[in-house]
């Protein structure tokens, strides 16, 4: 018994240090690659990556405070500083490759040249050659073994000359398979160009939404506690109204374009300013607005701000007619919206599950004809949020109005 304790202690005490040899060579969100080979630079900066991936998942079960959401933007940040630094090595050891093969094409093109000047030159003596008369050979050699030794050099020039073309083929093939290879690196590094200017982008946002939180919080707990609740308040109506959980009245049929509500000015229940937010569903599932919704005149602010930049896409591809006059303004799209991949929102919910726009007016019209319910809904925080529905004629699609007055 003593015996078989010692080996499994043994074994615990193995084990035990091969973890902790494990966990010492593990990579971490604060590691550098700078000192690392070529070959090694790349697998290192994935290592990383992952690694802040797995800080981010340990911060998104924390309790929501202003620290945790801070602890957030920063790991989403240093995912993408991660994302950059990648794209930066693949980009600089495509090009050490792109280099290499330059010379490599280079020298190839240099033997084209030779062994073309060199052919050229051996076709004209071959030519030559075989242009004499064979009992011309006969009567101008020096006896009969001079004569077979000029007919042998003759043939083995013959044999050259094909050597030297086949040599010629070879290489004309190895510098159009090289050049195929470079013009594809080239092509990716193309590629990841863009992408990398796209994730410098996006880092550039996820740092104002850092900025703008601590800016709108004074990095005040309760002040972003507030701004929380409003955030989940606001979800959770939305999300209720959408399932069946508001208070409706029927109205009435309305026509396409019929003015059925006036958007609210300013601030208002779960609204922290001026603002439609649209939504469509189908059978009870939520549709993005923008595939029945035609082209329009519109700026997208759905970006990073103060200024107006877009985030999300502004696709329309449908024929409804907008439910607000344009020029329309897209604030936040439909989905997995950029304020939710890059703010601070984006710890709460996951996907925006209708557009919010500002029209050039109020009025807020019927992009169907139907039949109109006003609606209300009570949520947690005990203030009223107001819309309208239409439930669409001849089918199962319903279009929900909110943070709206009713007209008289």
Known sequence: MLKKLKVFTIFIAITFLLSASSSANAASCEDSCENKSDA????????????????????????????????????????????????QAEIAQLQKGIDSLSGKIGILNLSLDKLTQ????????????????????????????????????????????????FELEQARTNYDQQKDVKEEKQEQVLGLQTELVSQKTT??????????????????????QKLLAAVQAEYEAIQSILAGGGSETQIGEVYEGEKIASVIVGNSCNSSGTHLHFSVT?????????????????????????????????????????????????????GSTWAVKNTWVGQYYSSHNGIDIIGSSLDTKAVKAGTLYRGSYTGSTGCTLRYVKVEHKDSNIETYYLHVNYIK
């Open 203 to 224: 880092l550039n946002s996820q740092k104002q939404s850092k900025q703008q939180l601590l800016t709108i919080t004074q990095n005040d707990e309760r002040r972003f």
């Open 40 to 87: 090694d630079k790349l697998s290192c900066l994935n290592d990383i990556r992952a690694a802040c991936e797995a800080k981010l998942k340990e911060v998104e079960g924390q309790k929501t405070t202003l620290n945790s959401t801070i602890s957030y933007l920063n790991g989403k940040i240093n995912i993408t500083q991660a994302q950059i630094n990648q794209t």
């Open 282 to 334: 189908e059978n009870n599932n939520v549709k993005n607005p923008f595939g029945s919704l035609k082209s329009v005149d519109h700026e997208n602010c759905s970006g990073p701000g103060p200024s107006c930049n877009p985030g999300d896409p502004f696709n329309p591809s449908g024929n409804w007619n907008w439910p607000l006059n344009p020029k329309i303004t897209l604030n936040q799209g439909f």
């Open 118 to 165: 060199l052919l050229i030159s051996r076709i004209v003596a071959t030519y030559k050659s075989d242009t004499i008369d064979p009992l011309y050979l006969l009567f101008t050699s020096d006896g009969f073994a001079d004569f077979l030794s000029r007919y042998k050099y003759l043939r083995v020039t013959q044999q050259h000359d094909r050597k030297i073309i």
